[in-house]
């Protein structure tokens, strides 16, 4: 018993981690893995602890989270365990295990009991399903036609989709209201006098969970006008890391969860 009490200790990290993920709860994850445990323990060939493999405790852990009624994670602010949540719960835990706990298709098919072409089948289109989520249609407010090219391309690079460029506040909120952005990155001094800021403060009214990001040379605007909390800056000149490198944190920013 105290062998397989240690081939146990051994395998706590990947169990904790795994259940707090398919949970979405550090606490929950915890409970789930010590009713596990004491599961295993009880039947420690059966789980496999005398062949040190942790594959039947993970088929366990989803077991005991289905037969207690929960099968579903908690609500998070994080936007990839959100892009998961929308996933079927099956391609969720199919992602969970290759992406976070590293299984090869062979194994998540014996912790889910299903066969390995079916496992990949899941894999992708949860994969497919995450980067359809995390895509940003991104609006660009940029009244220099040839820096508002350079950063829809590097938009797209990144695998975001530029839902439109406008140059005046006039453009950029009917562009909003068509095309539904849910990222824009701002010039703080627009054309005809405009100002990029009027535009985030209107696009945050009517669309709370859009991100702003300002991209400009007059960062001392935002400080005047009482705008900071608006969104990241980046100052120009801008550098192409600099522009990815903000949408990044944008995109990957925890947000309210009554905001999904």
């Known amino acids: 018993m105290r062998v397989y009490a240690r081939e146990l200790y051994q395998h706590l990290p990947y169990l904790r981690r795994y259940a707090r993920a398919l949970t979405g709860a550090t606490e929950v994850g915890d409970d789930l893995v010590t009713r596990c445990v004491e599961v295993a323990i009880l039947a420690p060939t059966h789980f496999g602890l005398s062949e040190g493999s942790r594959i039947p405790l993970y088929a366990l852990l989803n077991l005991l989270f289905d037969d207690e009624g929960e099968g579903r994670p908690a609500n998070s602010p994080h936007p990839i365990e959100r892009a998961l949540a929308r996933l ?61 090219l350079e950063i829809g391309s590097v938009v797209a690079e990144m695998g975001h989709v530029v839902c439109g460029t406008a140059a005046t506040r006039r453009e950029a909120l009917e562009l909003a209201e068509s095309a539904q952005p849910t990222l824009a990155l701002l010039d703080v001094r627009l054309a005809d006098g405009d100002s990029g800021v009027e535009v985030a403060r209107r696009l945050r009214e009517e669309q709370r969970a859009l991100r702003t990001i300002f991209v400009t040379a007059f960062d001392g605007d935002l400080e005047e006008l009482g705008a900071r909390h608006l969104g990241q800056v980046v100052r120009k000149p801008f550098t192409v890391e600099a522009i990815r490198t903000a949408i990044s944190r944008a995109v990957f920013m925890p947000t309210p969860v009554a905001l999904a």
């Open 88 to 148: 079927p719960e099956d391609d969720r835990r199919v992602y969970l295990l290759a992406a976070l706990e590293g299984l090869t298709l062979g194994e998540i098919a014996q912790v889910m009991q299903i066969a390995p072409p079916v496992a990949a089948e899941r894999l992708k289109r949860a994969r497919d399903g995450v980067r359809g989520v995390l895509t940003q249609r991104v609006l660009v407010v940029e009244d220099n036609p040839i820096l508002a």
